[in-house]
């Protein structure tokens, strides 16, 4: 009822009552006083209440309004009080001073309530929080949508703009019971009142006027029951006319002769509105409540669906049009234009759509639901739309500064193990090389060949160092395309023992016509080649590392396995995280086995760390089979 917000008058049913009231106690004040309230203070008074009601009020009620402060004024102008004389003076100027006060009341209350809406600054917090039509109409002249690229959405029209007068949804009294039941009340007030008159007129040597008033009063809310409270009122007034023609003396007249059947009459007006009003009203609240239920369990749906993870604008705009149908989007402004971001059975534009602004620069555009769509209803899938979409950014800047995160982190541990692993190697090479360009230092054979082996040992350290630095970049960047082939175990796993120190150590246990392995040969070559070297570098000179393959169920195991001093349970994981060093007792970077993984799962491997019985690491790496025919190898796939 306030302002700028759909409802802008007093409802009828609470209206009525208390000007009914409020004109029955002018008439008992004029009675009471014994005509020292002359009629013109009686005609002020009620053309003050008839344009002060109409003010507020649903232009409807005027007519009535009017109706009942002339017949008061009629009645207690002067005495004897309660007669009732339809004629003459007095019923003329009261007629035309108190229709004009109800009319000029209804028209200032219609040109104020105009001018708030257009003045007047909705909260953007509720969900009649639309555009005025000033501004979209303002920003249609812009042409702010005149000019949007190939993929933007449409722009809300001039008819876009959504608020009370959109249909969205009915609001006021009328929302309560529809135009059938109304309908239904007029037909049965039509049947009703005159068999009951006929009834009554019958019986009047039987009964008294209070009788009759309580016959009629039944009648009344029994419309009320069925049609609601303006065919109550329609037979309330209409049953005091009857109860005025055929029931007060002199009959068959409008006059009124005994002041105390006018009271009785105007009594009654005022308690059948009063009551149709109170029965209405109960009525409409229940309606009200079988809507907000309704409202409540679609917002609780969709409050489960975006928690059961459908948490995106277009999932909750899917989920308002499934369930209430129609169309929706949710535009979004940006470069001065509105650029469509989510949608839901929308193959064009909407150029007719209710247009719900969220924020300044979001708004939700829908069309062609059903009535169970209210305006509070699609509030809540607005808002929410709103807050998945904000979710759904949120991830992506924190995806983003997470992969940024692991970026420095990576660049950092990168630094810091260049410093080392990269300068060591080098100084070697260099010191031997300078070593041997000496001209003025002769050296042996031996001493020789022993400059040159460490130069060619540190070169190899650098070529391994290097490589496993490429792989992981290949790694992170996405850039990795194994071609997956039949590979025999047998034929890669000595290529990849070949450029180690200490090969000769490491023990091949592949059985003879072992099953091939569906792999990329040179990725395979890579794995193992960095297993063996972790393996190698831990294991004792009495116990050498070996390589073990089984099948298992179509997929082939390899196991290289070491009896070093093993890795805690806790840090199994960690092994396989690219610049980790367990215990760091030997040199490196800490590449390799995180080289091994992603290479492994590049393949659609897996590869896992366990314990040697009798201590020692086992790794293990998990292929699929390709086939068991040796005789294959090589064949494409």
């Not at 409802?11 to 029955?24: H, R």
């Amino acid at each position: 009822m306030t302002l700028g917000q759909g409802q802008q008058t007093i409802p009828a049913p609470y209206a009525l009552p208390v000007s009914f009231a409020m004109f029955l106690a002018v008439g008992t004040v004029a009675a009471a006083l014994h005509g020292r309230l002359p009629a013109t203070g009686v005609l002020i008074a009620c053309a003050a209440i008839a344009c002060v009601i109409s003010f507020a009020a649903d232009p409807a009620a005027s007519l009535l309004l009017a109706g009942i402060g002339w017949l008061t004024t009629v009645g207690f102008s002067r005495p004897p009080y309660a007669q009732l004389h339809l004629t003459g003076t007095i019923a003329t100027r009261a007629a035309i001073v108190i229709g004009a006060s109800a009319l000029g009341g209804t028209c200032l209350g219609l040109v104020f309530r105009w001018l708030a809406r257009r003045l007047t600054l909705v909260n953007m917090g509720t969900y009649t929080g639309m555009r005025a039509a000033k501004k979209a109409a303002r920003d249609a002249r812009g042409g702010a949508m005149a000019h949007r690229g190939p993929g933007a959405g449409p722009g809300p029209g001039p008819g876009a703009g959504a608020g009370p007068g959109t249909g969205l949804v009915a609001s006021g009294a009328e929302s309560a019971i529809d135009i059938r039941r109304r309908l239904a009340g007029v037909v049965l007030a039509a049947v009703l009142l005159p068999l009951i008159t006929a009834v009554l007129a019958a019986l009047r040597p039987h009964l008294n006027l209070a009788d009759d008033l309580l016959f009629y009063l039944v009648a009344v809310v029994t419309i009320t029951v069925v049609g609601g409270f303006w065919p109550a009122v329609l037979a309330a007034v209409t049953a005091s006319l009857l109860l005025n023609w055929y029931f007060t003396e002199p009959l068959h007249t409008f006059t009124i002769q005994q002041p105390r059947e006018l009271l009785a009459l105007l009594l009654f007006v005022t308690v059948a509105v009063a009551v149709s009003s109170v029965v209405h009203l109960a009525a409409r609240r229940a309606v009200q409540a079988a809507r907000a239920r309704d409202e409540a369990a679609s917002l609780l749906e969709l409050a489960q669906t975006v928690l059961g993870g459908a948490d995106s604008p277009t999932a909750v705009l899917d989920h308002l049009t499934g369930t209430h149908g129609g169309q929706a989007e949710l535009q979004e402004r940006s470069g001065g234009r509105w650029v469509r971001t989510a949608s839901s059975n929308v193959a064009g534009s909407l150029p007719a759509a209710d247009r719900i602004d969220i924020r300044d620069d979001l708004t939700l555009l829908v069309t062609g639901q059903r009535d169970s769509a209210t305006a509070a209803l699609l509030a809540g899938y607005a808002a929410q739309a709103a807050a998945a979409l904000d979710r759904e950014r949120l991830r992506t800047q924190a995806s983003q500064a997470e992969a940024l995160a692991e970026g420095n982190r990576m660049r950092t541990a990168l630094l810091a193990a260049v410093s080392h692993d990269l300068r060591t190697p080098l100084a070697s090479i260099k010191a031997s090389v300078s070593s041997l360009r000496q001209t003025d230092v002769q050296w042996s054979p031996a001493d020789e060949a022993d400059l040159l082996a460490t130069i060619e040992q540190n070169a190899d350290r650098l070529d391994a160092l290097i490589g496993n630095l490429l792989d992981m970049s290949r790694l992170h960047t996405g850039s990795l395309q194994p071609f997956l082939r039949p590979t025999a175990i047998d034929e890669v796993a000595p290529v990849a023992v070949g450029g180690l120190d200490d090969s000769l150590r490491l023990e091949l246990a592949v059985p003879e016509g072992f099953p091939l392995v569906l792999a990329d040969p040179g990725l395979l070559e890579r794995v193992l080649a960095n297993l063996f070297s972790n393996a190698l570098r831990y294991s004792p000179a009495a116990r050498p590392p070996e390589l073990q393959a089984e099948l298992v169920d179509g997929m082939v195991r390899l196991e290289v396995v070491d009896h070093g001093p093993g890795v805690p349970d806790s840090q199994k994981q960690r092994i396989f995280e690219p610049f980790t060093r367990v215990a760091d007792r030997h040199p490196g970077v800490g590449l390799g086995l995180a080289v091994a993984k992603g290479f492994a799962e590049a393949m659609g491997g897996r590869i896992e760390a366990g314990d040697t019985p009798g201590g020692g690491l086992t790794v293990t790496v998990t292929l699929p089979a390709a086939i068991s025919d040796k005789s294959a190898l090589g064949a494409e796939p």
